[in-house]
């Protein structure tokens, strides 16, 4: 690829934002090349975050952050220039915000009782000790499709680690046993802190105004065409010499169909779907709507890409169950601090250094998390908001007779007070604002070899797959990391680059780690 090549975008989430960024910094190709097109209203994909005091604010999740991993994030951000320290990058930034506000939780997780649970025992049998040592040795090929309960007896899924660890990184029981082994060895620092969350760093504000905002404004500085509103409907393309070449992109904007010519030297970043797609929003009067794929364009490329070419992976896989890949979140916004003074007598932690408190016997599986304030760059110093999401949103509730996906903001609330037992006065001045999300955790569906393409998929010239839905070895889906790395990884291949990924680090082969994770296991 030359310095008059052109570089394109389909979809606006971090993967892409990420290799724009690489293409620049490491390609040498002049950022006036490189156009992103974002069918929403904002760039940032699942790393959303938008509102205001008066209308309340919103965001779908929050990811969690280490220092221990996330290799290609952190380096990647060591060049973006931070919005709020002049002088500083947005990883000196977060760094400095982690030194000041630690994470050590004293309430991860409550009972019935509103009794903070013992969490210093992970609650092991010898049985559970040994099913989780078989399966952590396992081969990918061996385990398959297995899910998790194919691996572990009914019994570990009562334990408190399967609250803390299940909740934190937001498994279900049916979900890969592949991708829980992964994660067990990804994050084995995690494992022997899982209880204080000691090892969960966190961004100074959420993860779009401290890591999308700073990431589009160097862009943007850099000459990137940063296209909102704008929805790729299909992909032109061609068989040459026996490989795959994208000639053209079919786009709707404003209503007006658009295409883009994709010429020879050209290449082509394909975010293969979303986890967030079809999501939608409620109020304090409103449900969320129900949405499927069908309202919206997120897989419908790759699925149409996919059909005939196995090298690039099979959507269905991952799409075909919303009842086993879906769950519900809610934002709150407050204007009165009684909420949050109730959580810091009750909790023992000040805002930003709890992480999640889980309700372990809550019928939808809820949890919440009181960030450092503010938690928006445009928040004002009266107001707080804080973050919540159950696994179980298809369930009755223990306080409302009916299930999350049904329930409004205001019944939402209603029954987090019931856990908390709170009176409903600290939340008189709420604003609750539901999200469902149907395909939130559709990466965690089991799957076999080959379901997910390569970045590069064999036998395609031109185009590479960003997102949570390739195959990068040893790392793990539903983290920042793995579409910055898939990013880092397409684009180096594609440009021919003399440069190494930074490999994930072998945690789970140092010698402290494994004994750390012993002792806590025998705890």
Same mark, same amino acid.
């Given at each position: 690829?030359?310095?008059?090549?052109?570089?394109?975008?389909?979809?606006?989430?971090?993967?892409?934002?990420?290799?724009?960024?690489?293409?620049?910094?490491?390609?040498?190709?002049?950022?006036?090349?490189?156009?992103?097109?974002?069918?929403?209203?904002?760039?940032?994909?699942?790393?959303?975050?938008?509102?205001?005091?008066?209308?309340?604010?919103?965001?779908?999740?929050?990811?969690?952050?280490?220092?221990?991993?996330?290799?290609?994030?952190?380096?990647?951000?060591?060049?973006?220039?931070?919005?709020?320290?002049?002088?500083?990058?947005?990883?000196?930034?977060?760094?400095?915000?982690?030194?000041?506000?630690?994470?050590?939780?004293?309430?991860?997780?409550?009972?019935?009782?509103?009794?903070?649970?013992?969490?210093?025992?992970?609650?092991?049998?010898?049985?559970?000790?040994?099913?989780?040592?078989?399966?952590?040795?396992?081969?990918?090929?061996?385990?398959?499709?297995?899910?998790?309960?194919?691996?572990?007896?009914?019994?570990?899924?009562?334990?408190?680690?399967?609250?803390?660890?299940?909740?934190?990184?937001?498994?279900?029981?049916?979900?890969?046993?592949?991708?829980?082994?992964?994660?067990?060895?990804?994050?084995?620092?995690?494992?022997?802190?899982?209880?204080?969350?000691?090892?969960?760093?966190?961004?100074?504000?959420?993860?779009?105004?401290?890591?999308?905002?700073?990431?589009?404004?160097?862009?943007?500085?850099?000459?990137?065409?940063?296209?909102?509103?704008?929805?790729?409907?299909?992909?032109?393309?061609?068989?040459?010499?026996?490989?795959?070449? +994208?000639?053209?992109? /079919?786009?709707?904007? !404003?209503?007006? *169909?658009?295409?883009?010519? #994709?010429?020879? @030297?050209?290449?082509? $970043?394909?975010?293969?779907?979303?986890?967030?797609?079809?999501?939608?929003?409620?109020?304090?009067?409103?449900?969320?709507?129900?949405?499927?794929?069908?309202?919206?364009?997120?897989?419908?490329?790759?699925?149409?890409?996919?059909?005939?070419?196995?090298?690039?992976?099979?959507?269905?896989?991952?799409?075909?169950?919303?009842?086993?890949?879906?769950?519900?979140?809610?934002?709150?916004?407050?204007?009165?601090?009684?909420?949050?003074?109730?959580?810091?007598?009750?909790?023992?932690?000040?805002?930003?250094?709890?992480?999640?408190?889980?309700?372990?016997?809550?019928?939808?599986?809820?949890?919440? +998390?009181?960030?450092? /304030?503010?938690?928006? !760059?445009?928040? *004002?110093?009266?107001?707080? #908001?804080?973050? @919540?999401?159950?696994? $179980?949103?298809?369930?009755?509730?223990?306080?409302?007779?009916?299930?999350?996906?049904?329930?409004?903001?205001?019944?939402?609330?209603?029954?987090?007070?019931?856990?908390?037992?709170?009176?409903?006065?600290?939340?008189?001045?709420?604003?609750?604002?539901?999200?469902?999300?149907?395909?939130?955790?559709?990466?965690?569906?089991?799957?076999?070899?080959?379901?997910?393409?390569?970045?590069?998929?064999?036998?395609?010239?031109?185009?590479?797959?960003?997102?949570?839905?390739?195959?990068?070895?040893?790392?793990?889906?539903?983290?920042?990391?793995?579409?910055?790395?898939?990013?880092?990884?397409?684009?180096?291949?594609?440009?021919?680059?003399?440069?190494?990924?930074? *490999?994930?680090?072998?945690?789970?082969?140092?010698?402290?780690?494994? $004994?750390?994770?012993?002792?806590?296991?025998?705890?």
């Amino acid at each position: 690829m030359n310095t008059k090549s052109k570089a394109y975008m389909v979809g606006g989430g971090i993967g892409s934002l990420a290799a724009a960024a690489f293409l620049i910094r490491d390609g040498n190709i002049p950022g006036g090349n490189i156009t992103i097109l974002e069918a929403a209203p904002l760039l940032g994909g699942s790393l959303d975050g938008a509102g205001d005091p008066a209308h309340g604010y919103s965001m779908r999740g929050g990811r969690m952050v280490t220092t221990d991993n996330y290799e290609c994030t952190w380096g990647l951000y060591r060049s973006i220039p931070s919005l709020t320290l002049p002088g500083k990058s947005v990883f000196d930034e977060t760094m400095e915000f982690n030194e000041l506000h630690q994470s050590h939780s004293m309430a991860r997780l409550v009972d019935r009782r509103r009794a903070k649970v013992p969490v210093a025992s992970m609650g092991f049998s010898m049985q559970d000790r040994l099913e989780l040592l078989k399966l952590s040795q396992a081969t990918e090929v061996s385990l398959g499709a297995s899910r998790i309960t194919d691996c572990l007896s009914p019994e570990f899924f009562e334990t408190p680690f399967w609250y803390m660890w299940s909740t934190t990184f937001a498994f279900q029981p049916w979900h890969s046993a592949v991708e829980f082994k992964r994660y067990l060895l990804r994050f084995m620092l995690e494992f022997s802190r899982i209880e204080t969350l000691a090892g969960v760093k966190r961004t100074i504000y959420n993860q779009y105004d401290s890591l999308v905002a700073p990431l589009q404004s160097w862009l943007a500085d850099q000459g990137v065409h940063l296209i909102t509103g704008c929805t790729v409907k299909d992909i032109d393309h061609k068989l040459q010499d026996g490989q795959f070449v +994208v000639t053209g992109l /079919q786009c709707m904007r !404003a209503g007006e *169909p658009e295409t883009y010519v #994709v010429h020879d @030297g050209d290449v082509v $970043f394909l975010q293969n779907a979303s986890m967030t797609d079809a999501s939608s929003l409620g109020s304090m009067t409103s449900a969320p709507a129900k949405l499927t794929k069908a309202d919206s364009n997120g897989w419908a490329l790759w699925e149409r890409l996919a059909e005939g070419r196995p090298q690039f992976g099979r959507p269905s896989v991952f799409n075909s169950s919303i009842a086993q890949a879906w769950w519900e979140s809610f934002t709150v916004t407050l204007k009165t601090p009684a909420f949050f003074d109730q959580m810091k007598q009750f909790s023992g932690n000040e805002a930003g250094t709890g992480g999640l408190v889980t309700f372990k016997d809550s019928n939808w599986l809820m949890s919440i +998390v009181l960030a450092f /304030q503010p938690h928006f !760059a445009n928040q *004002p110093a009266d107001v707080q #908001v804080f973050w @919540g999401y159950s696994l $179980f949103p298809d369930r009755i509730g223990n306080f409302i007779p009916k299930s999350m996906t049904e329930c409004n903001g205001a019944e939402i609330l209603e029954e987090l007070c019931g856990h908390l037992r709170f009176d409903l006065e600290t939340v008189a001045t709420a604003n609750c604002i539901p999200c469902r999300m149907p395909y939130l955790t559709s990466m965690f569906m089991p799957r076999e070899v080959g379901d997910r393409p390569l970045p590069i998929p064999t036998g395609s010239k031109n185009l590479a797959f960003v997102s949570q839905f390739v195959e990068i070895p040893d790392d793990v889906v539903f983290t920042v990391e793995y579409s910055v790395r898939a990013a880092q990884m397409a684009v180096y291949e594609l440009l021919n680059l003399d440069r190494k990924v930074p *490999p994930v680090t072998p945690h789970a082969q140092s010698h402290l780690a494994q $004994f750390d994770a012993l002792l806590k296991a025998f705890k």
